[in-house]
Structures are given as C-alpha cells and as structure tokens.
C-alpha cells in the first residue's frame, strides 16, 4: 500500500485536449462543486461554475482574454483570481489549482 500526503493529493478531471483553447469546460468530480476548466492560450485554470450573482453555470459563458463572461447578466470574473471584474457580478468565486501531467489536467488539494 502506497501512502500519499495531503499536500500531494489530486484528482483527475479530463485531459488536456478536451478544453477548448480560450475556452471552458464544465467537470463534475467527487469532493468538489463543478468546476469550469480554462485553457488560456495552453495555461489551464479551474473555478468554481457557478456564478456568484445568479444561477448560471458560468462554463457556458465566454472567455474573453483573461476573464469568463456570465452567460446570465454579462457580468465576469478574472478566471485566473477569481475576481469579479464586471457588475452586476460583485462577489469573487473560488479558484483550484490545476496541475497538467503527460496530457492529462489533475486539480489539487484546497
């Protein structure tokens, strides 16, 4: 049996070709809300996905530059921080870290 510290811990959560470039997709994984995976320009980000002004799931929104546009309001968020950047959003949203190996997009420990 191999022991593996929290600090190392990750999970899997789609691989790297399946996020469009400048774009987002919506993964569902245990132990986390869903999540908008970004991939800007081959850098890849994860939020939580939904918005924090209204019931939207901002992975069907669009990216521009470095921020996801609310499909709902038109509000947005920096994907890289998590700060709301335009009204009526005023409330950040959670980020995770995301880690690429050999292809494959692992998020890791909160």
Known sequence: MSVVSMSEA???LCKAADV???GALRVIVAGYVPLA??????????????????NAMLSAGFVEGGTIVCPLHFGS???RTGAAVDAPCTREIETFPVHEEDGA???GER
């Open 10 to 12: 990750r999970t899997f």
């Open 20 to 22: 469009p470039e400048n």
């Open 37 to 54: 995976i970004y991939n800007l320009d081959g850098a890849f980000y994860a939020t939580e996905d939904m918005c924090s002004h209204g």
């Open 77 to 79: 968020f920096d994907i």
């Open 105 to 107: 997009l692992f998020v």
